[in-house]
């Protein structure tokens, strides 16, 4: 604890004493500010407090010497834990508070007159940081987190920036569904008559006429859930369990979807079912069916969202149907089960926590998404459509997206615990670290035929729908014209040799920024997920539960309310990060670290805690134990996390369409632009070229990873 | 431990790769993205300021303005409609920029006479009707002509046109019916035309390109947005309403507050003058400009052809207006039905 604790106050003390407090122009890595460091500017606290009379930025000055007073003087394990917990708690409280009341141009509740203060810079992270680090490891010292430095050190890192960058910026949002009418202030008496308004909940689908958006909404995503799920685990089946030939080519099917940006699949299947659409002509020529628009509405929505998210129910089951131990099937089938029954009381039940976190996943996507339902929704309304509207929408009503954000936040919080009590309490541990050299039992007839028959039509159908994107990119006008061109390509990417290599293409701009912030927040997002998974399967500390809602909150939330939020709070001091890239990466990494949790949390409960016991036994600390036994084990998880949070970084629309700044343009929002303008072969020739990035990527991360080894034979029984 | 602080401090320091405020002009456009980026390079060959650009629809823009106010980021919004730049105006949120505008048509210095200077018309577009030649024709179906042949039962399930409460093109077309047959006569008809109609869509643009691709028959919108259409290569036929149809008026405003305001009012001197308005003819821009010395594309609506009312900018832009016409809408005509799928 000592030489840890002393570490950190170095670091912290460091950030004090010489990084700039505030943020620097041109970034502390320009080191520009390094000829200013005496400016009010570009100045240390320390700095500032003795030249520029900022006093209240003395505050962790006073935490730090009493900490090292504490760690020089005291003896018992206890006392000094304590000492630690006090002078950083101390510390960090004053900087908080100095940082929330003196905003902007002019202090908040007019707390000493006239003092505004910019943005916080590196020297108050690393402060910030340093403080956080000492409290967490004096509470490490009180025995909390089995004493582990590294485990109360991993809570409040997460914690903290859970607190700073989901519930700091969704309050902001949040609390306007309680203002009142006509500039009245807040209030609490209009909230839950708006809030539990027919409008919102009406079930007059039930009798024939509309439902209200919430109840669309909820009965769209508990079908996409459980459709995603069932289709996921049935690729899952026939990847682990059957000797299916062309499994490489089906792999890349059932990746696909999640790298379309999100319009293309809606334009897609326009083209194709439609009133106008190819097979709706074919069908009308060859039966004399009627052409009808049946895809505008709950159908179409459904199935869209069926081939966007089955995917992320497949990058879920997959690993967790591979880690289910063979040893379990042989046992059942040597006490004379037959497959289904193995299948139905031994593999199926272990594979519970990758069904619910699989359906979970499933029914927020549905909730949250956006593009399906804005291109193909007709009169079918949904929440998420609803609350970009309101923000939006020709009539700005900020307290409505507040309350309908609410709503579905509660219906978030409603599946979220249920599937907690489906799961259980049980065990699933299933990869013990013991011999188990077993081979997966094959699924019996009936079911493989089953999982053949959901499956691989619905694979041939991707393929048909991509292939139809790539054609659209190479004709002049997809849906009438259909002369090849590559006049679309041209535009978007020309390169001239003139003078060295000259990027000409008007899409190069938003590709490389976007690869590039793809590229950062993407290993920062599985760290983070996984992490916070670690944390939750394998800790306990107060208030787990809680914690684990809250990493939920971000991913629940539409990403129009995420977008608005973030600029609500982080256009101002004490963190002011509009117009910059790391908005775009913090809003990425936030919003899709579910995604690893999730993940994280379904692959760990498989792993047996005797392995991370034995690990310790011998000497490792946890951080060991983490990278070396279960980091190696979580293969599939970590390449699902990466892979997911990549790939969202790059499709993901309603979010970074306020957070988008000229000098960081991404590829979606630059996308739907040229479609809002009606250049949809400009929009789809791009589009190709970013899946085609994307499954680049994908494949070089699988390459990179590689399959964990869990020393089973990779093969399944005949 | 050690290896964990690292790693902890490498993430955080990442974070900290901060940004750069250089001097320069941040724009949002709210254009087509060709006459953004045109009139962007334009600019800086004229100016020798540094221009940097990004392409937002109106309603974003207006909700991150709202959400930005007090420290924008953003110097100059060009274009879109004018609803949208009226309402930032009425809120405070943009200031005027002083912008000379002698040479410019008497809609486009109304709007600046309404929002106190706040933001100056640049371009204007009319109010239309679009149908699908090929589906019109397999259903043999007339072409309408008027706004009242829009409620011929004949054309049931084939009308398709934006919700108001979302989309700023219809609630244009609610305020120009209101002033064309007075208000109890306009939701007559609005009633009487949404009962063919299909779909009430989110996005004012969706109903044409939706009639573009035959999806619907029929689209009311905007007449610069199908001559788009059209010259991709759409079968779309474009009608203007022969009772005389509304316009918006698309603006420029100077964000209140801007870290340039300069520059910024350099802008809008520069975007308000014909030549650079008339550039807008190279990347195909079909409304029609608001410097009376700007030359018009051959195939773009000729206003002057069109028979136009009056429209009424600082009535129906009033929210109170606003909010009255739009809870009727509600009530008589998406309440009356219509919005039917076949």
Redesign the interface.
Known sequence: MK??AG??LL?GLAGYALLPWY???????SLGWMNEMTGTGAAPALLQVVLHGKWWLSGPLPAFAAAALVLALVHGQTAMARGLIIAAAAGLGFLIAEALLIP?TAARFGWIAGEGQPGM??GA??TA?GLL?ILTTGISGLGRGRGD??VT??IG?IVALVATFVFYPVAHVLIRAFEMKGGAGYGISEFFGRFFSADLWGLGCLTGAECGPAINSLILAVMTGAGTTALGLAFALIFTRTGFRAKPLLRVLTIIPIITPPFVIGLAL??LF???GTVTEFFADAFGW?K???L??FGGIYLAQMLSFTPIAFLVLIGVVEGVSPSMEEASQTLDADRWQTFRYVSLPLMRPGLANAFLLGFIESLADFGNP?VL???FNVLS?EI??A??????DPAKAAILSIALLVMTLGAFLIQRRWVGKKSYATVTGKADSGRHAALNPALRWACYLTALPWAAFTAAIYSMIVFGSFV??W???HSFTLEHYIRAFSVSFANGVRFTG?AWDSYFTTLTIAG?SAP?TA?VGLATAYLLVRQKFAGKEAFEFSTMLSFAIPGTVIG?AY??AF??PPI???????IL??VFVFRNMPVGVRGGIAAMSQLDRSLDEASLMLGA?S?TTA?RVIAPLLGPAILAALTYSFVRAITSVSAV??L????H?MAT??IV??V????FGFAIAYSAVLILTMLAAILILQLLIGKRRLRRADRVEA | ?????S???A????????????DEL??VCSN??DWC?LMASNFEAATGID???????T??T???V???A??P?IDVWWGGTG?PHLIAAAEDLTEASGADTSALLPWAVNIAEISGGKTIGIHAGALGIAYNAD?LAEKGLKAPACWKDLADPAYKGEIQVAN?????T??TELATLTQLFGEDEAFKLLAEIGANV???T??G?APS?AA?????TISIGFMH?MV??RK????LEIVAPCEGTGYEVGGVSVIKGAKNPEAAKKWVDFVLTAEAQQAGLQVGVYNVPSNSGASLDPDSPDLSSIKLIDYDFATYGASDT??RL?ARWEAEVKGAGG?V??
Do not use: C, H
């Not at chain 2, 431990?1 to 602080?5: D, E, P």
């Not at chain 2, 573009?212 to 619907?216: D, K, M, N, V, Y």
């Open positions: 030489r840890t570490l950190w670091i943020m620097v122009s041109g970034g502390v890595f902007g810079g590196a992270f690393v940081l680090m430095a590294f050190g991993l890192l326009i083209l439609g009133r106008a009627e009808t628009r049946w505008y509405g804005l929704g007709g009169n459509t970009y509207f923000i939006v929408g020709a009539v700005a002049k006008l849906g009438y014209d008007s950062i920062l760290f608005v600029v609500m256009n101002f002011e990060l509009t117009g910059t890239s790391v990466i913090l600390n951080f990278r369409i306020f988008v700044s000229a000098r343009n929002s630059f632009g040229r809002e303008n009606g250049e | 431990m050690n290896k964990f602080s790693i902890s401090l993430a955080v320091l990442a974070v900290l790769a901060a940004p750069a405020f250089a941040n724009v087509e993205q980026d221009v940097a650009m990004v392409r937002k629809s309603g974003e207006l909700a991150q709202r959400a930005e007090g420290n980021k609803d589906i108001p409460n979302s989309s700023g219809a609630y299909n779909q009430y989110k996005s643009s390109k573009a691709r035959g999806e619907t947005d788009n259409l991709a290569g759409f079968p606003r909010e739009l919005a799928e076949e």
